[in-house]
């Protein structure tokens, strides 16, 4: 298994910053669905352009829908939301709610879909559920954790981070 370097990307720049560091993918959430709703994301056509120049790169680029969303909002704006990206070929999603990933999975059956560490995923039974619906990866809650699982700290952008391991389905 190929070890991922994932960063986050909270704006453009820090985008083009990851890949020059040596991120092999980076996630960033949009201007809806995201955790970081009042952060400034990237708009339709920013997100667009991020798609496209991350793959020029060679690299991959991984969208956050990661709050819970109302009915109505799945029904009415979620597809529109996704298409655009959909389209220019956004590589997965990172989702928190296990309806959001069903609605992604039928309505866009090649997207990959990755499971946030929100869905707090505790072992191997949840993984099997989540694969069976449509997840390619799961993020295992750092929570439940044990001991022996490797740490990797590394000097990021001026910050320190703590990667461990992505459990890949």
């Not at 997100?47 to 991350?54: D, F, G, H, L, Y």
């Not at 309806?99 to 946030?116: E, M, Q």
Request: aromatic share 10%; no cysteine; glycine share 8%.
């Amino acid at each position: 298994m190929k070890v991922e370097l994932l960063a986050p990307a909270g704006s453009y720049e820090a985008l083009e910053a990851a890949f020059r560091a040596g991120a092999d993918a980076v996630y960033l959430g949009g201007q809806k669905f995201g955790a970081r709703a009042y952060a400034e994301n990237l708009d339709q056509e920013q997100m667009i352009q991020a798609i496209e120049k991350t793959h020029l790169y060679g690299k991959k680029l991984y969208l956050t829908v990661n709050t819970l969303l109302k009915n109505r909002e799945m029904e009415r704006e979620l597809y529109d939301y996704l298409a655009p990206y959909y389209e220019a070929g956004l590589d997965a999603v990172i989702v928190q709610d296990l309806g959001v990933l069903r609605f992604i999975k039928r309505n866009f059956p090649n997207l990959h879909l990755h499971a946030s560490t929100q869905m707090t995923v505790t072992g191997p039974e949840g993984a099997k559920l989540l694969k069976e619906a449509g997840a390619s990866r799961v993020r295992r809650s750092e929570k439940f954790m044990k001991r022996r699982t490797w740490r990797l700290r590394v000097l990021f952008m001026g910050l320190f981070v703590t990667a461990i391991p992505v459990s890949v389905l």
